[in-house]
């Protein structure tokens, strides 16, 4: 299958010859499920048929399907034939097995060596046998991907694994609920009771808890300014002065 952009007004379903000067004639079966707008773009889901025995630049026609003839190594950059790729072909390449790449639609995946089939990188917990399966920084251990980097705990200053980090990971520094830091792009921020880096609310923002709330004042549910909290002060000041 293949995307291809088309603009217009069509009756369903739409069936057209396309010419390719790579590829030769292909007839595309496209189908929609509703009329498409002359302003607007649509990426259409098509079935391609090949003519037999036609050979196009890295691809030959097979049983009325496009199989790829010629591949370029990811490595070295060289053209090399399908046939003589030790790993897996993704997208007219040859990836080395194990190998991680991140596609045209940034998803991150890898060259399975034991199947030579391009798979999707595994997440925290997910089932892995080898390192290579899982999104960085994670690595697989006891069958399970996880992120062993050591990092510190700031309560407790030790160094901890980051899987064992029952808060919220801020580069390599452990934070537990209630902490205020500033993140990674110096915004002030807390680490919530959901293990999640949230920015500190402002002035009149509902509010649980005095760490939420960049003045560190929570009262009624709402966040007091800073401004108004002085106020306050300068007033018994005053009062009692």
């Known amino acids: 299958s293949a995307f291809y952009h088309l603009k217009g007004i069509y009756d369903l379903p739409i069936v057209f010859k396309y010419n390719s000067e790579n590829d030769g004639n292909r007839w595309l079966s496209i189908f929609i499920d509703q009329k498409v707008a002359p302003s607007i773009d ?119 694994y980051a899987k064992d980090c029952a808060g919220c990971l801020v580069g390599e520094i452990c934070y537990t609920a209630g902490n205020r830091f500033k993140d990674e792009n110096e915004t002030a921020s807390f680490c919530s009771v959901q293990k999640k880096v949230v920015a500190q609310y402002t002035e009149e923002k509902l509010c649980n808890e005095n760490y939420e709330c960049d003045s560190n004042v929570c009262a009624a549910g709402k966040c007091i300014s800073a401004s108004f909290i002085e106020k306050i002060l300068n007033w018994f000041k005053n009062l009692f002065g």
């Open 42 to 160: 649509y990426t259409l889901k098509v079935s391609i048929k090949c003519k037999e025995g036609y050979a196009g630049k890295f691809k030959k026609c097979i049983s009325g399907k496009w199989v790829y003839d010629q591949v370029t190594d990811e490595e070295s950059g060289q053209t090399i034939s399908a046939d003589a790729c030790l790993g897996c072909i993704w997208n007219s390449k040859c990836y080395k097995n194990g190998k991680n790449f991140t596609g045209l639609d940034n998803i991150k995946r890898y060259c399975d060596e034991a199947t030579k089939e391009v798979k999707e990188q595994k997440k925290v917990g997910g089932s892995c046998v080898q390192s290579y399966e899982c999104a960085f920084p994670l690595t697989c251990a006891e069958g399970k991907c996880y992120d062993l980097r050591q990092v510190e705990d700031k309560n407790t200053s030790k160094t901890i």
